[in-house]
């Protein structure tokens, strides 16, 4: 038993608090931890915490829960930092893309604009993930710093090259989409195997095993005889929708997850030129992005709900049943040395996907112990899909990262020039100038000359 | 259960076959497979095929076993290849050495010289590696090929090079010394952890961890307090001795198993300038050299005189217990989908060892699985060892592969001017010729010109 501490920046995320805190209960190696609550959100903080507390004691399980709006109090002796924060909310993403929607941009562009890591966001998350960095280096530079705020993929390289000294490590559920084609094919989770490499939000499936066997026939099989099927029920922009199967296709490999959804950029946009054409590949990403939000929206009162309500039981409304989210195995890893392998996004500094720049991040299998986070050379991917992460992933978070370090607004404006929807440099210049009108900009405006 | 065929190149080789069979027999996931076993030698091959037949029906578990003198037969729908030849016999070995012993080389000195991967050994080893690898490709191409024999080094450099699309691996016990270790520190076994990079024979203890605490303080203490008390008793050139122990003292790293004993080269030739210093370290490379020959000779005529002896009960003489060699695992792994964790032998694709080049040989642990054998990278080791790998290992078995690929003798001779005992180019020559005179080596003489 090793007993931790565990800073969570951004704790009023009700959904990943009370997430993080079921999957302790579970993990008797690590019984005995702090918790460190910290939010600047002081009514979710409360309430967070507090349903957290009881679902520990219903449990019967050791933790200690703690609560602070002061980020430098949580910091103090962590041991892992996992930050979740969101600095700039979620209407603001959408104002923005209304903004971008009626000067003719469309999902299915680039990552910084019809996405949730618009530039307008991100902006904020690099000041935050900094801040929080430069933090850990003061108060307990030993620490690890796990990242699942977004964006992930511009995060931890700008990160990672900025501060080699620290412990950063990158998280992202996506390729857990995995486990969807394994359920939908009818196998046993526990019986598959799997290597999917990329960069964040694009990884792609380039083994997969059932039983010790080639799994590739039985996708193939499932897409021959029983897709049009599936695809007559499945909400649209589904992960195994007609566009993910087209896409295999072309490359020859099955995308992954969040890969092509509108969770990971609605790549790529030859689908959405039109609605007629979205039409046919059964996808909406308007409407997906509608469900997402409508979804958390109901897990969120839902939890808020039993926060208010003292006499219900919080362990029967949300059962002990282990999340399948990563993270707490991994900070068990590491902790307690159980070597394990996960899938972690870090630096490409062993050319773990070759191709793809050293000091880029990608998202890989890596062996996690108390030696720490080791990235396993992948069988890497091929020419024509490495060739999109050059052009669509690597060459625009270079150009805004190189903005955002020089404050260059012109870069700024590049950046919206290489989205696909871009048709003239005077529409670029109109998103950029209608983004920057938003009264709360204040901070940006000062910051991009 | 997963049916292979696993042909084994040097069956006649009676301790590494028995062991095989044994762990074969102790892993249910392969029962039904085929060993073929290959050997030019068609006494020890009958030997070790009705032997290892007996332990199998002891045991009752299936597995068919084939013989053959013919490797082509025995590469047909091979899964496996194991090669644990020895083209040279020792007492070609040990003539040679008598030859340099007599110009002044002593144990300590290069690999190539007085070593058991000495240049007159090696170049016959070099020949069947390259024949096996082709026969191979023509015959099950997608079978991998395991080398445990010798020179692990200098033929996964050559072959990885020169065979890419061929899948190799080398496998050394080396890094067990760190058992002896956890044995000799009283440590659990199965609740250390470790990591060992660097090359093969040339491996440093980078992390170590016993029930996920530190455990170098362990062997500090042990240092300290216990040291004094086993170098009375311990036998000569121990690999905890007073000369790995110094290493430590020097580098910051524990040397493990081979990587300064007679087994992995004697290195560094400092603690063997003469018997005075020799006898200082506690240090008997001639001694170390007669207990091992005379110990497998040993292990050989206690399986020999069971293999004669029909009435012996296999199983009683040598238990069903598993050998701790990481073969047969590695083959389940890697045919049943089983990922795990393996210290393997591969080239240096992804700097797993920063520093090494990338396309030289390197021992690490490797993840393996269906997927293949995906090296892991290492914390890497600091620049002074980083630095005795380029100019002790790197350098001359660059010059020896130059001199294989070209035949140019020239080069030969360079390779034993690298030597630390050599003191003129003269003293060098002699040795070239002394060796090149000895009467079996005709297929070298024709090679070297």
């Known amino acids: 038993m090793v007993e931790v501490k565990i800073s969570i920046i951004g704790a009023g995320s009700a959904v990943f ?16 931890s702090t918790i460190s609550f910290m939010d600047i959100n002081k009514e979710r903080l409360n309430a967070v915490y507090s349903l957290c507390s009881r679902y520990a004691e219903e449990m019967g399980i050791k933790l200690k829960l703690e609560k602070t709006l002061d980020r430098k109090e949580s ?77 992930v993929l511009a995060g931890i390289t700008y990160l990672g090259r900025k501060y080699p000294e620290a412990k950063i490590v990158g998280l992202c559920h996506g390729f857990m989409g995995i486990y969807h084609i394994a359920e ?28 010790g066997e080639d799994a590739y026939p039985l996708l ?31 490359f020859g490999l099955f995308p992954i997850g969040d890969t092509c959804t509108p969770g990971g950029g609605t790549w790529p946009y030859w689908y959405h030129v039109d609605e007629e054409t979205e039409r046919r590949w059964k996808e909406d990403p308007a409407e997906w992005w509608r469900r997402y939000f409508k979804g958390l929206e109901a897990q969120v009162n839902k939890i808020f709900e039993v926060a208010r309500n003292q006499s219900m039981k ?80 690597v060459a625009p978070v270079e150009v805004e990262l190189e ?34 009108a938003l009264p709360y900009h204040e901070e940006m405006r000062k910051h991009y000359k």
């Open 184 to 211: 939908v094919l009818g196998l046993e989770k526990e019986h598959i195997s799997f290597e999917i490499p990329g960069v964040n939000h694009f990884v792609w499936l380039t083994r997969f095993y059932y039983k």
């Open 75 to 151: 910091l103090r002796d962590a041991d892992f930092v996992i930050n979740t924060a969101l600095a700039a909310g979620h209407h603001r993403l959408r104002e923005g893309w209304e903004v971008a929607r009626k000067l003719g941009y469309r999902y299915g562009g680039s990552y910084h604009v019809m996405h949730d890591e618009a530039f307008w966001i991100n902006f904020y998350q690099f000041r935050l993930f900094e801040s929080i960095i430069n933090d850990i280096l003061d108060i307990c530079p030993d620490a690890w710093y796990i990242q699942l705020a977004n964006p």
């Open 17 to 32: 608090s009370l997430s993080l805190v079921r999957d302790l209960c579970l993990t008797p190696n690590l019984e005995g």
């Open 314 to 393: 919080v362990t029967k409304v949300f059962p002990p049943i282990k999340s399948g989210e990563s993270i707490v195995s991994l900070v068990e890893s590491l902790a307690c040395d159980i070597p394990r392998v996960f899938q972690v996004n870090i630096l490409n500094v062993g050319s773990f996907v070759p191709g793809v720049p050293q000091d880029f991040e990608v998202e890989i299998p890596a062996l996690v112990s108390k030696r720490g986070i080791q990235g396993i050379r992948t069988t890497g991917l091929p020419k024509p899909i490495i060739s999109y992460i050059l052009r669509d992933r």
């Open 403 to 436: 903005a955002y370090e020089s404050g260059d607004k012109d870069l700024l404006l590049q950046l919206i020039m290489m989205d696909p929807w871009t048709r003239s440099e005077d529409q670029a210049r109109k998103l950029l100038e209608g983004i920057f």
């Open 220 to 250: 193939d099989e499932w897409i021959e005889k029983e897709a049009p099927k599936y695809w007559e029920k499945c909400p649209p922009s589904n992960d195994l929708g007609p566009k993910p199967v087209d896409l295999y296709r072309r």
